[in-house]
């Protein structure tokens, strides 16, 4: 008995989060007791999301509060501790934070090994035997644990749905079958899955077959690479040996042009000298001739001055009076001159040739960028069929038109818990990533608005209710919505009004490859509304959200 009681204080003495007796106990306001480490941990945690909530009755705070030591609680622990309660046996394998609990269990529940799709219960390993011993329950379905299975009964007739209804694509119970559905295309979910499961094979090998030709244009585009790489390396080798090529004539004509010049001085020159030996000569003599004539002059007596002059030797003639004349020349300015010539002609010659050769180098483009569409014709070459993804649709969003349109409906919807779903914000995607060239139509209602079309890489946030969640507000996503009678674009959270003929169905236009993304207003005629030109690092997947009760968007058939 004593033992009983010991066990009893155990259980409820230990923190629940990390099993063992309370080690500084703190209390919440719902009232539970943890370890004041466990909870601190578990609400860092949660620290991104701005809310804290208990791990055991999942109550919400905000803000984090404030907890302080529960001292008559830990006093309490202590005591108990010295009559034997110790830290709680690891084969005990009690549920968690975030562990499917035994259905079967009282009291403390176990962490629940398998989940039975017939009994839509949840057993540990101790109430599994039955299932794994006992003939009756050997065609049951097991599958690993869920907290969902209770979203396969129907919440109107309380009876498991194991039919589908093909019209309102929603699982239903045989009841509903025969009721509000009696009309409706309805089969059994297995034969819906067989179906889905052969459309599943089918994609997966259209999928199969697109990565095999990507691959090969992979492989092309890195063979292009390369040979591009080795062009643009010769290319560069064979320009530079041409232009050092044509610097080495430059330097020969150069030197070419300064020998003349030197050799053309050297022999003016010494003409130049030869002549002014001559001259000086001339003038010696000249000068001599003068003395002569001077004492002959100078002489007093009459008959001696008459006996000299007869001896007198005549005056030669000038020597530069007739064969040499100074002519009025630049010397070698014109040689400066003409080499300026020279230099002007070789620049026009440069510039020419460089706005030619540029021309060229900017032409070489391997990947030749193609038009974009102007007409709806056009448009329609590249339209894309949109199916939604119903796994990652909010459970308040309704499917229907084979996947197609999209409704907000005011109960949840029954679909299976799955990671890629919007779990907040009432959004979602298609099932097929967008590369290359695409286009497809969405019709909303332009009366009620409310509807985001958009577009966003796969890794966009679903769980919770934050930005990075929402179509628009962050790196990953674009998108345009549709207010009735007006239109805002969103991405990054940065806001765009855009201006544009309101009309109920808008188009989308991707050029994956060019970074192009546009949305139209479509009508009798095509209106571009706005136009996105960026890089694109991932594939894209078409979305769409709806924010107003009623609203309703339908990816249009365009073939």
């Known amino acids: 008995m004593a033992q009983q009681e010991v066990q009893?204080?155990?259980?409820?003495?230990?923190?629940?989060?990390?099993?063992?007796?309370?080690?500084?106990?703190?209390?919440?306001?719902?009232?539970?007791?943890?370890?004041?480490?466990?909870?601190?941990?578990?609400?860092?945690?949660?620290?991104?999301?701005?809310?804290?909530?208990?791990?055991?009755?999942?109550?919400?705070?905000?803000?984090?509060?404030?907890?302080?030591?529960?001292?008559?609680?830990?006093?309490l622990v202590e005591e108990l501790k010295k009559t034997g309660l110790q830290a709680a046996p690891a084969d005990h394998c009690y549920a968690g934070p975030g562990d499917v609990v035994c259905d079967f269990c009282t009291g403390r529940k176990l962490k629940a090994l398998k989940s039975c799709l017939n009994c839509l219960v949840s057993y540990c390993e101790k109430h599994l035997q039955p299932?794994?011993?006992?003939?009756?329950?050997?065609?049951?379905?097991?599958?690993?644990?869920?907290?969902?299975l209770q979203e396969n009964i129907c919440s109107r007739h309380d009876e498991v749905m194991k039919m589908f209804c093909r019209t309102d694509q929603q699982c239903i119970c045989y009841l509903c079958s025969v009721d509000e559905h009696k009309d409706h295309d309805t089969v059994s979910a297995a034969a819906e899955r067989t179906e889905r499961q052969r459309e599943l094979g089918l994609r997966r090998q259209t999928i199969q077959q697109r990565v095999q030709d990507t691959e090969k244009d992979l492989k092309l585009l890195q063979q292009e690479e390369e040979a591009l790489n080795g062009s643009a390396d010769k290319a560069a080798e064979d320009s530079e040996e041409i232009f050092t090529e044509m610097i080495r004539l430059l330097e020969k004509r150069s030197s070419d042009?300064?020998?003349?010049?030197?050799?053309?001085?050297?022999?003016?020159?010494?003409?130049?000298?030869?002549?002014?030996?001559?001259?000086?000569?001339?003038?010696?003599?000249?000068?001599?001739?003068?003395?002569?004539?001077?004492?002959?002059?100078?002489?007093?007596?009459?008959?001696?001055?008459?006996?000299?002059?007869?001896?007198?030797?005549?005056?030669?003639?000038?020597?530069h009076s007739s064969s040499f004349r100074i002519r009025p020349l630049r010397h070698f300015e014109d040689v400066t001159a003409a080499v300026s010539q020279v230099r002007g002609r070789l620049q026009d010659i440069l510039r020419e040739t460089e706005t030619e050769i540029l021309q060229i180098v900017s032409q070489v483009d391997v990947l030749l960028p193609q038009p974009e569409p102007e007409t709806r014709a056009d448009f329609l070459r590249y339209s894309q069929e949109i199916k939604l993804d119903p796994n990652t649709?909010?459970?308040?969003?309704?499917?229907?038109?084979?996947?197609?349109?999209?409704?907000?409906?005011?109960?949840?919807?029954?679909?299976?818990?799955?990671?890629?779903?919007?779990?907040?914000?009432?959004?979602?995607?298609?099932?097929?990533?967008?590369?290359?060239?695409?286009?497809?139509?969405?019709?909303?209602?332009?009366?009620?608005?409310?509807?985001?079309?958009?577009?966003?890489?796969k890794n966009i946030s679903r769980a919770g209710g934050s930005h990075e969640c929402l179509f628009g507000h962050n790196d990953k996503s674009w998108s345009l919505v549709c207010g009735g009678n007006s239109y805002i674009f969103y991405h990054n959270s940065i806001r765009t009004r855009v201006s544009g003929p309101v009309s109920s169905r808008v188009g989308v236009y991707l050029d994956h490859s060019a970074g192009v993304l546009s949305f139209y207003s479509v009508s009798d005629t095509m209106t571009l509304l706005h136009r996105v030109q960026t890089t694109f690092t991932q594939p894209l997947y078409a979305g769409v959200g709806v924010y107003r009760y009623g609203s309703t968007a339908e990816f249009c058939k365009l073939k």
């Open 393 to 457: 649709a909010n459970n308040r969003l309704l499917l229907s038109e084979g996947n197609r349109k999209v409704t907000w409906m005011s109960v949840e919807q029954s679909y299976y818990n799955h990671p890629d779903r919007f779990t907040y914000w009432l959004q979602v995607l298609s099932r097929e990533s967008l590369t290359g060239r695409c286009y497809w139509e969405v019709e909303v209602e332009v009366e009620v608005g409310g509807v985001r079309v958009a577009v966003t890489y």
């Open 131 to 148: 299932h794994l011993q006992l003939a009756p329950f050997k065609r049951h379905k097991l599958v690993e644990p869920s907290e969902k």
């Open 8 to 75: 009893l204080d155990r259980e409820r003495f230990c923190c629940p989060i990390c099993l063992d007796p309370l080690k500084d106990p703190v209390t919440t306001v719902c009232g539970h007791s943890f370890c004041k480490s466990c909870i601190n941990t578990h609400w860092d945690q949660g620290e991104e999301r701005g809310s804290y909530s208990c791990p055991q009755c999942r109550q919400f705070f905000t803000p984090r509060p404030v907890l302080e030591k529960n001292t008559m609680l830990a006093d």
């Open 257 to 319: 042009v300064k020998q003349q010049i030197r050799s053309q001085q050297e022999t003016e020159v010494s003409r130049v000298r030869e002549l002014q030996e001559r001259l000086e000569q001339e003038i010696t003599e000249l000068k001599r001739k003068d003395q002569e004539l001077k004492q002959l002059s100078d002489t007093e007596d009459h008959n001696q001055f008459l006996h000299n002059y007869p001896s007198l030797s005549p005056l030669s003639g000038s020597t």
